[in-house]
C-alpha cells in the first residue's frame, strides 16, 4: 500500500504542477468553511482519502485547513469509523453531528452511525434514489444555513415531543 499510496500523491503533485487549477475546490466550499469557523462551530474532514493526498489536493484548491481536524483513511479503513473518529476529534457526539458528503458510501455510513446526511455534488439523483432526506444543489453558505436551520429545527420538535410522552 506504501508504494501505491506514494506514487498517486507523486502523481498529484505532477498534475498540478503541469495545471494549478488541476483540483479547483468544489463551487462554495471556501466561503461555507470560512462562515462556519467564524461562527465558531465545531467543523471536521472526514474522507476516504490518504491524509498526503487529500493535503495535497485541499492545498491545490486553496482551502485552509487551521484549526480542522482531519481524519483519512489513513487512520482508520472503514468509512463510518473515519466519520465517528473525526467527530470524536472534533469533541462533537454522533447525535448532534451532520455529515455533508457527495456518496453513496457517506449516506451508508451515517445511517450506520445514525447521523444527519447532507448530500451536495453530482450525484445528487443517486443519492436521492437510496433515500436521502437533505440534498443541496450548491455549498453556497445561504443554502446551506438554511437547510442545517430546518434539520436542527426538525430535531427541536422530535426531542419536546419525545419529551411530550414520556
Not at 19 to 27: G, L, M, Y
Not at 96 to 106: K, T
Request: aromatic share 8%; glycine share 8%.
Amino acid at each position: 500500500e506504501e508504494k501505491t499510496r506514494k506514487g498517486y500523491v507523486n502523481r498529484l503533485r505532477i498534475c498540478i504542477s503541469e495545471n494549478r487549477h488541476a483540483f479547483p475546490a468544489t463551487e462554495g466550499a471556501k466561503q461555507l468553511i470560512e462562515e462556519i469557523q467564524k461562527r465558531q462551530i465545531s467543523i471536521a474532514i472526514a474522507t476516504g482519502d490518504w491524509r498526503e493526498s487529500i493535503m495535497v489536493k485541499l492545498n491545490a484548491a486553496g482551502i485552509h485547513i487551521d484549526g480542522i481536524t482531519i481524519t483519512t483513511s489513513s487512520d482508520y479503513y472503514s468509512r463510518s469509523d473515519i466519520i465517528k473518529a473525526s467527530i470524536n476529534k472534533a469533541s462533537g457526539s454522533l447525535s448532534n453531528s451532520i455529515y455533508v458528503g457527495d456518496g453513496h458510501w457517506d449516506l451508508a455510513a451515517t445511517r450506520k452511525l445514525g447521523i444527519e446526511f447532507v448530500g451536495y455534488g453530482t450525484k445528487l439523483s443517486r443519492l436521492k434514489q437510496e433515500g436521502a432526506k437533505h440534498l443541496l444543489n450548491s455549498l453556497h453558505f445561504d443554502e446551506f444555513w438554511n437547510l442545517i436551520t430546518q434539520i436542527e429545527n426538525g430535531r427541536t420538535r422530535q426531542d419536546s415531543q419525545h419529551q411530550d410522552h414520556a
